[in-house]
């Protein structure tokens, strides 16, 4: 196999736990495509300066509704399917968690994903054609729907899937309201202009685990402390049909849902083709397809 090593501009997984300034733009697409993507000029500055963009009703009534149809349909198959890779189960119950790959295993998600009201923005932040990293369901049940750690995905999807630059966007979808009870997408708005390196050797088929609960690839509380005291936190409340883009390296987290009301996000992330994935930085095997696409 041809093993492309390409300089490692963000080492992580070792024994520092530093801030690496990001090194490349943050938004890299022109006047041309912000403008075919309808964002105007205070969007993308809001973009860069934050690292996320909340677009309200950006789906119809009717298209949400066909979502949320679909999202039960997707999670009923699952629970009476067999084990399937794709579906992860909450690490202290039977109750899923998380449904990946759902861009290439539903027709309807398929085609949300590729429509070009979504895709112009990801094209224009990305400024470059762009193809889907990777796509899930997160389904955050009421009273059981378990929370994710701070993280920043970039540093994930560098060390774990070989992922070079910073040139991704994450794209959510609300499937239901997300509020101050039901453990909205938290986020650390400016968090995205540095590399926090993530002490720590990573395991094989690490994602096994981190799926369900990350511990490693996580920064340390200490450097976790020092962003948000710099930057703040902001939560991502918004009523279903709302959408955020969020940037592949904004450090982001969320609680356990205590509520009575579930929490279902729809996740695309899109990756430019100029970024494609190579050897896994941190040295381990490349993590599934299901995971981190390789076959686009
Ligand atoms: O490992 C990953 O790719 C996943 N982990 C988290 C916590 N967020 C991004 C992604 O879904
Ligand atoms: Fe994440």
């Given amino acids: 196999m041809k093993v492309e090593v390409a300089q490692d501009l963000y080492p992580s997984r070792g024994d520092k736990s530093g801030f690496i300034k990001r090194k490349e733009p943050i938004i890299y697409g022109t006047l041309e495509q912000f403008k075919n993507a309808q964002l105007d000029n205070k969007e993308v500055t809001f973009y860069k300066k934050n690292g996320y963009l909340i677009i309200k009703n950006l789906l119809s009534f009717h298209e949400l509704n066909n979502l949320k149809n679909e999202a039960k349909k997707l999670k009923k198959n699952y629970l009476e399917e067999s084990e399937n890779p794709e579906l992860i189960r909450e690490i202290d119950s039977k109750i899923v968690r998380s449904v990946f790959n759902i861009h290439k295993t539903n027709e309807i998600f398929k085609k949300l994903c590729y429509s070009r009201k979504i895709l112009n923005i990801a094209e224009a932040l990305l400024g470059s054609p762009t193809y889907i990293h990777q796509s899930r369901m997160n389904c955050k049940d009421r009273f059981d729907g378990k929370g994710f750690y701070w993280h920043s995905d970039f540093e994930t999807w560098h060390s774990e899937d070989g992922m070079p630059n910073m040139r991704a966007v994450s794209c959510s979808i609300l499937l239901t309201d997300n509020n101050e009870f039901n453990g909205p997408l938290l986020l650390v708005p400016g968090s995205h202009k540095y590399f926090i390196q993530c002490p720590g050797k990573t395991p094989e088929a690490h994602y096994k685990h981190s799926l369900k609960k990350q511990e490693y690839g996580v920064p340390t509380k200490d450097s976790i402390t020092k962003i948000i005291k710099k930057h703040g936190i902001t939560s991502f409340k918004a009523k279903a049909g ?55």
């Fill in 242 to 296: 709302s959408v955020i883009f969020f940037d592949c390296n904004i450090i982001h987290g969320s609680s356990d849902n205590l509520s009575p009301f579930p929490r279902y996000n729809l996740f695309f992330v899109y990756n430019s083709i100029y970024n494609k994935l190579i050897s896994p930085y941190a040295g381990t095997k490349p993590r599934p397809e299901f995971i981190a696409s390789r076959e686009h």
